[in-house]
């Protein structure tokens, strides 16, 4: 392992996004683009030029287009709920672009979900132009891109068990609300860690703020971005309040591991 690597956070916001439809709160009216939050994902770009997308949002059109994304030589998925991969279509753009198949990395359950709800993608029938060309590579373990190891880190979203994923000294752990006792060696050592924090009110499968930062406490990272954000938590009050070390991220966020 060699050469630079920095994850760019595309998406920082919940299922709904900040602004919400129909909502006038505060946040949700900010001036601060930092309060503007689309579907949660990230980016990693490599010193050697792979980009690997983790997730694909409904928000994946609009995200490339605003951070001059052009290429995705591998896709992660943390689960198959609708916030994190209905953008799976917009993945045929690059394909023209690249002129190749994408691999698409998860867990078993989570790619059978993507085979039945992207049933046009992979049964074979549909022999229109325009469908992404993707292969499907289940994980149970660490594995390789781009000469980068990617272990998966399985995590509770509730009551469902879904991954998320380590990169040298950095985590990201999405939708989460528990990590069960086999992960925590996973995390050992971090640098820096991006967890789930949807807001300070209970959620049955979310972490609050203050969850997360009791995470946060017992791995000792140098840094900690919060993310998978509600309207709730404005940027600027929120920071204010979180401990030294600890912030808010936001769209565009962009940092070097």
Do not use: K
Not at 131 to 157: A, D, K, N
Not at 182 to 210: M, Q
Not at 216 to 239: F, V
């Amino acid at each position: 392992m060699s050469g630079g690597c920095a994850v760019r956070f595309l998406g920082t916001g919940t299922s709904h996004g900040v602004p919400m439809i129909g909502c006038r709160c505060a946040t949700c009216r900010s001036s601060d683009p930092r309060d503007r939050r689309s579907r949660p994902s990230i980016l990693f770009e490599m010193g050697s030029g792979v980009r690997v997308l983790v997730d694909t949002t409904p928000d994946l059109r609009s995200q490339a287009l605003a951070y001059g994304l052009d290429r995705v030589d591998a896709i992660l998925v943390t689960h198959c709920h609708a916030d994190h991969v209905m953008g799976l279509d917009d993945v045929r753009r690059f394909n023209v672009l690249q002129q190749a198949s994408i691999p698409c990395y998860g867990d078993p359950r989570t790619l059978q979900e993507l085979r039945r709800t992207f049933a046009y993608i992979f049964d074979g029938a549909d022999e229109g132009g325009g469908i992404p060309r993707l292969h499907l590579c289940p994980v149970g373990g660490p594995f390789s891109i781009g000469g980068e190891t990617f272990t998966p880190v399985p995590v509770w979203h509730g009551q469902r068990g879904i991954l998320g994923f380590r990169v040298r000294d950095f985590a990201y752990l999405t939708d989460c609300s528990g990590i069960p006792d086999a992960s925590w060696p996973l995390l050992a050592g971090i640098d820096t860690l991006v967890v789930d924090a949807l807001r300070h009110r209970p959620h049955p499968t979310h972490f609050t703020v203050e969850q997360a930062l009791a995470v946060s406490s017992r791995l000792g990272p140098r840094r900690t971005w919060l993310t998978h954000i509600c309207h709730d938590l404005p940027h600027d009050a929120t920071n204010a309040a979180l401990p030294a070390g600890v912030a808010l991220a936001y769209d565009g966020l962009r940092i070097d591991i």
